[in-house]
């Protein structure tokens, strides 16, 4: 059974940062394409990051860009966003997908990051 479990979100101040990890089971973490999606209160899915964990390539969404850092640690098939300088506009429910195609990939309930002072 595919599972996908988040954490490490909570109450941050803007400027501050925060990790947030996926740990991932029952399918082998690598070579699958994994991402970081986020959801704001009222508004769509906003894809941040991915990562091919076969070579390590990452890609980031404009709006977090020289902020974010998407890693894996393969030996605990576990996914990480190191997330600084965070904004207001940052807050959102952020989830894991797995795949390329990342609206409809297996993805995990998420956690919620908060923006404020």
């Known amino acids: 059974q595919v599972q996908l479990v988040e954490s490490g979100g909570g109450l941050v101040q803007p400027g501050g940062s925060v990790r947030l990890s996926c740990v991932v089971s029952?399918?082998?973490?690598?070579?699958?394409?994994m991402n970081w999606v986020r959801q704001a209160p009222g508004k769509g899915p906003e894809w941040v990051s991915g990562?091919?964990?076969?070579?390590?390539?990452?890609r980031y969404a404009d709006s977090v860009k020289g902020r974010f850092t998407i890693s894996t640690d393969n030996t605990k098939n576990t996914l990480y966003l190191q997330m600084n300088n965070l904004k207001s506009e940052d807050t959102a429910l952020y989830y894991c997908?797995?795949?390329?195609?990342?609206?409809?990939?297996?993805r995990g309930q998420g956690t919620q990051v908060l923006v404020s002072s």
């Open positions: 990562i091919n964990t076969g070579d390590g390539t990452t």
């Open positions: 997908v797995r795949g390329v195609s990342w609206r409809v990939g297996p």
């Open positions: 029952g399918f082998t973490f690598s070579p699958y394409y």
